[in-house]
Structures are given as C-alpha cells and as structure tokens.
T-cell receptor, first 113, second 113 residues
Framework: DQQVKQNSPSLSVQEGRISILNCDYT??????FLWYKKYPAEGPTFLIS?????DKNEDGRFTVFLNKSAKHLSLHIVPSQPGDSAVYFC????????????FGAGTQVVVTP | SQTIHQWPATLVQPVGSPLSLECTVE??????LYWYRQAAGRGLQLLFY??????ISSEVPQNLSASRPQDRQFILSSKKLLLSDSGFYLC????????????FGPGTRLTVT
C-alpha cells in the first residue's frame, strides 16, 4: 500500500528555470513531511521539511508547499542548477511514530545547460 | 561532527548464503537507528528501527533480522538469502528529539544470485 506517491518518475529542466516536484499522500494522519535528495551510489541527504501546521517553508533556493486539504505537497527549486540533478524523494510521517518515514518512489531531476 | 559508516559497499551473494551488514555512527550518543531497503524503481522501505541497545522494531515481515549490540552499531542479518533480498540497503540515524530528519549512510548494493 503506497501511502506516498510521486507520479512523475522524471523531470527535465533548463538551468536557471524553476523545478517543481510533486508528491501526494493518502494518510490524513501524516503531519510531517520531508524532501530528500539522492545522488547515484550514495545515501539520501535531508533537504527540507514542513510541519502540517504550516503551508510553506523556505530554505534558500528550496521551498516546500503543503496543501493539506488536497493531501499534496510540492518542492520548488529556483533557480535550478546543474548540481541539482539527482533523485528527489518525498517522505511523510506521523510525529508520534518514532521517525517511521514513508517514502515515495522518487523523481529523477535532470538540469540541462 | 557526526558520521555514519556502512560496509561493505557492494556484495554479491548466492541464494541460501548468510548475510551480515554493519552500520556504525560516530559523533553522537543514543541515536535512533534505521535500516531501509530500496528495490529497483521503488522508494525506500523501512525494515527495522531501534531507539536503544537491544531494542529492535520490525516493520516488514521478511527473511531479515537486525541487532544493536552497542549504542552506535546496527547490524542487518539473514540466515539464508533469497533472490528477492537483492536491493540497496541503507542505514540511517536520527537524534531522539527529532527522529524525522534522518541522516543516511552510503548504502550497500546487495545482489543475490
């Protein structure tokens, strides 16, 4: 049962433009959401998170938006840089669950010159 | 600063052979520890998590087991590997106060032949 879904397996964007990655979830009990970035043959690295009490969180070029009613979150990267080329995973959890994260399948982002 | 080590980086094992993957964390005390598996084309699936020495919780019934013999050591084992055990195994840690922001090791690529 996939509770976190990333329906776009890949995304290609030009350098300098905006990258928008989408994520949907089905469990209304999730109250904390995270994005991770992963390069080939490496472990994922934490990027940004958002609590369900907020609808936006910004960290430099990365902004996460949360729409609780739609059970949808998105990650915006502005401007996109070649080093942003990686797989991005969305994750969700309940804050009473000791960090048991549910991950999406990931979106491969390719930033072209 | 904290670092997490996993070994080996790659492993090829025949069906029916045993498995032992080791993970150690440096620079922190009493971390939460996690084992994840990423199968081809899938997101990360939580296998086990531990909040302290000897305390292991299993998320998915399977052919694997985990142990935490020391505070910063987490071991993933199997007595007899199956073909379906192939995948990318990741160890992660987090601090007790914020178990959701997890920090991953470099991973082990396991191929069962």
């Amino acid at each position: 049962d996939q509770q976190v879904k990333q329906n776009s397996p890949s995304l290609s964007v030009q350098e300098g433009r905006i990258s928008i990655l989408n994520c949907d979830y089905t469990n209304s009990m999730f109250d904390y959401f995270l994005w991770y970035k992963k390069y080939p043959a490496e472990g994922p690295t934490f990027l940004i998170s958002i609590s369900s009490i907020k609808d936006k969180n910004e960290d430099g070029r990365f902004t996460v938006f949360l729409n609780k009613s739609a059970k949808h979150l998105s990650l915006h990267i502005v401007p996109s840089q070649p080093g942003d080329s990686a797989v991005y995973f969305c994750a969700a959890t309940r804050t009473d669950s000791w960090g048991k994260l549910q991950f999406g399948a990931g979106t491969q982002v390719v930033v072209t010159p | 600063s904290q670092t997490i080590h996993q070994w080996p980086a790659t492993l090829v094992q025949p069906v029916g052979s045993p498995l032992s993957l080791e993970c150690t964390v440096e620079g922190t005390s009493n971390p939460n520890l996690y084992w994840y598996r990423q199968a081809a084309g899938r997101g990360l699936q939580l296998l086990f998590y531990s909040v302290g020495i000897g305390q292991i919780s299993s998320e998915v019934p399977q052919n694997l087991s985990a142990s935490r013999p020391q505070d910063r050591q987490f071991i993933l084992s199997s007595k007899k590997l199956l073909l379906s055990d192939s995948g990318f195994y990741l160890c992660a840690w987090s601090v007790g106060g914020n178990p959701y922001e997890q920090y991953f090791g470099p991973g082990t690529r396991l191929t069962v032949t």
